[in-house]
């Protein structure tokens, strides 16, 4: 009914084997990697205008979440908008990343 294989090289069968094992491991992590597996990769921001006496510290302490640093998070929005010295105006419009 079936037809019998025999081996007639077990180093070659083994390294037929391992090789198989590592072409099917390579497939699948390639395909599991985590840019394929995460959402959008896309940063979404909320637009704040920034009121009298307002500091980042401030606004940042409004939308960080207990998981990420304040510090890394005031760092993230001077980049975003180009603040330097953390200095804000008035009615200036700042994008807040939102993670």
């Known amino acids: ?10 180093t070659r069968f083994i390294l037929f084997i391992i090789s198989m094992i590592l072409i099917i ?3 699948v992590s390639f395909v599991l990697r985590p840019e394929y597996v995460s ?4 940063p979404i921001y909320e637009t704040v205008i920034v009121k ?3 500091t980042l510290w401030d606004i ?3 939308y960080v979440d207990a998981k990420t640093d304040i510090r890394m998070y005031i760092y993230d929005i001077s980049v ?5 010295n953390g200095q804000l105006i008035p009615g200036q419009e700042i994008l807040i990343p939102m993670f």
């Open 1 to 10: 009914m079936f037809k019998k294989y025999r081996v007639e090289s077990k």
């Open 25 to 27: 491991f390579g497939m």
């Open 39 to 42: 959402g959008s990769t896309e």
């Open 52 to 54: 009298t006496g307002d």
């Open 60 to 62: 940042a302490s409004k």
């Open 80 to 84: 975003v908008n180009e603040i330097q």
